[in-house]
Protein backbone atom coordinates (compact mmCIF):
# COMPACT_ATOMS: atom_id res chain seq x y z
CA UNK A 1 0.00 0.00 0.00
CA UNK A 2 1.44 3.79 -1.14
CA UNK A 3 1.43 6.09 1.81
CA UNK A 4 2.81 9.62 1.45
CA UNK A 5 3.08 12.31 4.23
CA UNK A 6 4.00 15.65 4.13
CA UNK A 7 5.45 17.34 6.95
CA UNK A 8 6.78 21.25 7.51
CA UNK A 9 5.82 24.46 9.01
CA UNK A 10 2.18 25.42 9.36
CA UNK A 11 3.26 29.14 9.57
CA UNK A 12 6.33 30.88 7.29
CA UNK A 13 6.83 34.63 7.44
CA UNK A 14 7.47 37.00 4.24
CA UNK A 15 11.01 36.53 2.47
CA UNK A 16 11.58 33.29 4.20
CA UNK A 17 12.29 29.68 2.81
CA UNK A 18 10.05 27.20 3.48
CA UNK A 19 11.39 23.21 3.75
CA UNK A 20 8.60 20.42 3.57
CA UNK A 21 9.33 16.70 4.21
CA UNK A 22 7.63 14.65 2.54
CA UNK A 23 7.93 10.57 3.79
CA UNK A 24 6.83 7.49 1.59
CA UNK A 25 5.88 3.84 2.21
CA UNK A 26 4.87 1.02 -0.28
CA UNK A 27 7.36 2.11 -2.68
CA UNK A 28 10.78 2.23 -2.93
CA UNK A 29 12.43 5.74 -4.69
CA UNK A 30 15.61 3.21 -6.00
CA UNK A 31 13.32 1.67 -8.14
CA UNK A 32 13.58 2.71 -11.85
CA UNK A 33 10.88 4.49 -13.08
CA UNK A 34 9.53 6.03 -9.66
CA UNK A 35 9.12 9.62 -9.08
CA UNK A 36 7.94 11.97 -6.17
CA UNK A 37 7.09 15.32 -6.84
CA UNK A 38 4.90 18.16 -5.06
CA UNK A 39 1.83 20.04 -6.07
CA UNK A 40 0.16 22.86 -4.05
CA UNK A 41 -3.65 24.63 -4.28
CA UNK A 42 -4.08 27.59 -2.48
CA UNK A 43 -7.19 28.02 -0.55
CA UNK A 44 -10.34 27.95 -2.83
CA UNK A 45 -7.66 27.75 -5.82
CA UNK A 46 -6.91 25.38 -8.52
CA UNK A 47 -3.87 22.79 -8.31
CA UNK A 48 -0.25 23.92 -9.47
CA UNK A 49 2.49 21.54 -9.99
CA UNK A 50 5.82 22.49 -8.45
CA UNK A 51 8.58 20.07 -8.79
CA UNK A 52 9.74 16.10 -9.17
CA UNK A 53 12.38 13.99 -8.59
CA UNK A 54 12.54 10.65 -10.40
CA UNK A 55 14.44 7.07 -9.03
CA UNK A 56 17.82 8.35 -11.29
CA UNK A 57 17.94 11.69 -9.35
CA UNK A 58 16.61 13.68 -12.38
CA UNK A 59 14.14 16.58 -11.36
CA UNK A 60 11.61 18.76 -13.49
CA UNK A 61 10.38 21.79 -12.61
CA UNK A 62 7.91 23.94 -12.77
CA UNK A 63 9.63 26.95 -15.24
CA UNK A 64 7.42 29.71 -13.43
CA UNK A 65 9.01 29.13 -10.11
CA UNK A 66 12.25 27.33 -11.07
CA UNK A 67 14.63 29.86 -9.63
CA UNK A 68 12.91 29.28 -6.12
CA UNK A 69 12.56 25.75 -5.76
CA UNK A 70 14.90 22.70 -5.29
CA UNK A 71 13.60 19.28 -4.57
CA UNK A 72 16.58 16.53 -3.14
CA UNK A 73 16.25 13.23 -1.69
CA UNK A 74 17.99 11.72 1.33
CA UNK A 75 20.69 9.76 1.32
CA UNK A 76 18.78 6.25 2.29
CA UNK A 77 15.90 7.68 -0.78
CA UNK A 78 13.14 7.31 1.72
CA UNK A 79 12.10 11.09 2.05
CA UNK A 80 11.86 13.69 -0.76
CA UNK A 81 12.63 17.44 0.62
CA UNK A 82 11.25 20.67 -1.41
CA UNK A 83 12.19 24.02 -0.29
CA UNK A 84 10.49 26.78 -1.80
CA UNK A 85 12.92 30.70 -1.50
CA UNK A 86 11.44 33.95 -0.96
CA UNK A 87 8.04 33.12 0.41
CA UNK A 88 4.93 35.53 0.04
CA UNK A 89 1.89 35.53 1.33
CA UNK A 90 0.72 34.35 -2.31
CA UNK A 91 2.47 31.20 -1.21
CA UNK A 92 -0.07 30.67 0.81
CA UNK A 93 -1.35 26.95 0.19
CA UNK A 94 -1.58 23.40 0.89
CA UNK A 95 1.32 21.37 -0.30
CA UNK A 96 0.65 18.10 -1.87
CA UNK A 97 3.46 15.53 -2.32
CA UNK A 98 2.73 12.84 -4.96
CA UNK A 99 3.73 9.50 -6.48
CA UNK A 100 4.15 9.12 -10.35
CA UNK A 101 5.70 6.55 -12.52
CA UNK A 102 7.94 7.67 -15.39
CA UNK A 103 6.06 7.80 -18.62
CA UNK A 104 2.79 7.55 -17.30
CA UNK A 105 2.60 11.30 -16.67
CA UNK A 106 -0.37 10.82 -14.11
CA UNK A 107 -0.10 11.27 -10.16
CA UNK A 108 -1.91 8.23 -9.11
CA UNK A 109 -1.40 8.58 -5.14
CA UNK A 110 -1.12 11.58 -3.02
CA UNK A 111 -0.20 12.87 0.73
CA UNK A 112 -2.97 14.10 2.21
CA UNK A 113 -1.95 17.82 1.93
CA UNK A 114 -0.33 20.18 4.97
CA UNK A 115 -1.32 24.07 4.81
CA UNK A 116 1.46 26.78 4.71
CA UNK A 117 0.61 30.17 5.98
CA UNK A 118 2.86 33.03 4.58
CA UNK A 119 2.02 35.89 7.07
CA UNK A 120 4.45 38.12 9.41
CA UNK B 1 -5.07 32.00 -14.19
CA UNK B 2 -5.02 27.98 -14.92
CA UNK B 3 -3.35 27.02 -18.41
CA UNK B 4 -6.15 24.56 -18.95
CA UNK B 5 -10.02 26.55 -19.06
CA UNK B 6 -12.70 24.02 -17.19
CA UNK B 7 -16.29 25.42 -16.31
CA UNK B 8 -16.49 26.76 -13.06
CA UNK B 9 -19.89 25.12 -12.19
CA UNK B 10 -21.47 22.17 -13.56
CA UNK B 11 -24.92 20.40 -12.21
CA UNK B 12 -27.21 17.70 -12.29
CA UNK B 13 -29.93 15.75 -10.86
CA UNK B 14 -29.34 12.25 -9.85
CA UNK B 15 -29.13 9.65 -12.54
CA UNK B 16 -28.55 12.09 -14.85
CA UNK B 17 -25.03 12.22 -17.25
CA UNK B 18 -22.96 15.33 -17.13
CA UNK B 19 -19.95 16.63 -18.85
CA UNK B 20 -17.32 18.84 -17.79
CA UNK B 21 -14.84 20.47 -20.75
CA UNK B 22 -11.38 20.64 -20.37
CA UNK B 23 -9.99 23.31 -22.82
CA UNK B 24 -5.96 23.34 -23.63
CA UNK B 25 -3.38 24.19 -26.70
CA UNK B 26 -2.19 22.48 -29.38
CA UNK B 27 1.23 22.54 -26.86
CA UNK B 28 -0.64 20.19 -24.29
CA UNK B 29 -3.93 18.49 -24.38
CA UNK B 30 -3.86 18.81 -28.17
CA UNK B 31 -0.42 16.94 -28.93
CA UNK B 32 -0.44 14.82 -25.89
CA UNK B 33 -2.86 11.87 -24.80
CA UNK B 34 -1.84 12.48 -21.41
CA UNK B 35 -4.88 14.38 -19.79
CA UNK B 36 -6.06 12.94 -16.20
CA UNK B 37 -8.68 13.76 -14.10
CA UNK B 38 -9.10 14.68 -10.67
CA UNK B 39 -11.86 14.21 -8.14
CA UNK B 40 -11.20 16.14 -4.23
CA UNK B 41 -14.02 15.94 -2.12
CA UNK B 42 -13.65 19.39 0.77
CA UNK B 43 -10.96 19.11 2.77
CA UNK B 44 -9.79 16.24 0.81
CA UNK B 45 -6.67 15.40 -1.23
CA UNK B 46 -8.00 15.02 -5.15
CA UNK B 47 -8.20 11.59 -6.28
CA UNK B 48 -6.94 10.21 -9.89
CA UNK B 49 -9.94 9.12 -11.69
CA UNK B 50 -9.07 9.19 -15.21
CA UNK B 51 -5.61 9.07 -17.02
CA UNK B 52 -4.18 9.33 -20.52
CA UNK B 53 -7.47 10.40 -21.65
CA UNK B 54 -9.59 7.98 -20.97
CA UNK B 55 -8.66 5.10 -18.79
CA UNK B 56 -9.92 4.39 -15.43
CA UNK B 57 -7.88 2.95 -12.39
CA UNK B 58 -8.77 0.11 -10.84
CA UNK B 59 -11.56 0.95 -8.00
CA UNK B 60 -12.64 3.96 -10.11
CA UNK B 61 -16.34 3.55 -11.20
CA UNK B 62 -17.06 2.91 -14.66
CA UNK B 63 -19.61 6.14 -14.45
CA UNK B 64 -17.04 7.93 -15.21
CA UNK B 65 -14.96 8.26 -18.79
CA UNK B 66 -13.16 10.33 -20.44
CA UNK B 67 -12.40 11.67 -24.26
CA UNK B 68 -11.03 13.76 -26.28
CA UNK B 69 -11.10 15.68 -29.68
CA UNK B 70 -8.21 18.68 -30.81
CA UNK B 71 -7.28 20.77 -27.81
CA UNK B 72 -10.52 19.70 -25.51
CA UNK B 73 -11.05 17.00 -23.42
CA UNK B 74 -14.21 15.66 -21.50
CA UNK B 75 -14.79 14.08 -18.30
CA UNK B 76 -18.08 12.39 -18.79
CA UNK B 77 -20.34 11.21 -15.10
CA UNK B 78 -23.10 8.98 -16.02
CA UNK B 79 -25.81 7.94 -13.55
CA UNK B 80 -24.84 11.11 -11.41
CA UNK B 81 -25.03 10.39 -7.66
CA UNK B 82 -24.81 11.95 -4.20
CA UNK B 83 -21.49 11.11 -4.00
CA UNK B 84 -20.17 12.83 -7.04
CA UNK B 85 -20.62 16.16 -5.83
CA UNK B 86 -17.05 17.34 -5.41
CA UNK B 87 -14.50 19.53 -7.57
CA UNK B 88 -12.85 18.07 -10.46
CA UNK B 89 -9.89 18.87 -12.00
CA UNK B 90 -8.39 18.06 -15.64
CA UNK B 91 -4.44 17.68 -15.96
CA UNK B 92 -2.05 17.46 -18.94
CA UNK B 93 0.94 17.10 -19.89
CA UNK B 94 2.82 19.96 -21.93
CA UNK B 95 5.78 18.70 -22.72
CA UNK B 96 9.62 18.67 -21.80
CA UNK B 97 9.55 22.79 -20.47
CA UNK B 98 6.17 23.31 -18.96
CA UNK B 99 5.59 19.82 -17.88
CA UNK B 100 2.22 19.55 -16.48
CA UNK B 101 -0.43 22.10 -16.56
CA UNK B 102 -3.85 21.76 -14.48
CA UNK B 103 -7.53 23.36 -15.23
CA UNK B 104 -8.92 25.70 -12.62
CA UNK B 105 -11.77 23.04 -11.34
CA UNK B 106 -14.87 22.34 -11.88
CA UNK B 107 -17.26 22.51 -8.62
CA UNK B 108 -20.18 19.41 -9.70
CA UNK B 109 -23.34 20.02 -7.54
CA UNK B 110 -25.48 17.25 -7.64
CA UNK B 111 -29.36 18.56 -7.77
Known amino acids: QITLKESGPTLVKPTQTLTLTCTFS??????????VGWIRQPPGKALEWLALIYWDDDKRYSPFLKSRLSIITDTSKTQVVLTMTNMDPVDTATYYC????????????WGQGTLVTVSS | QSALTQPASVSGSPGQSITISCTGT?????????VSWYQQHPGKAPKLMIY???KRPSGVSNRFSGSKSGNTASLTISGLQAEDEADYYCCSYAGSSTFWVFGGGTKVTVL
Open chain 2, 26 to 34: SSDVGTYNL
Open chain 1, 98 to 109: VHIIVATNYFDY
Open chain 1, 26 to 35: GFSLRTSGVG
Open chain 2, 52 to 54: EVS
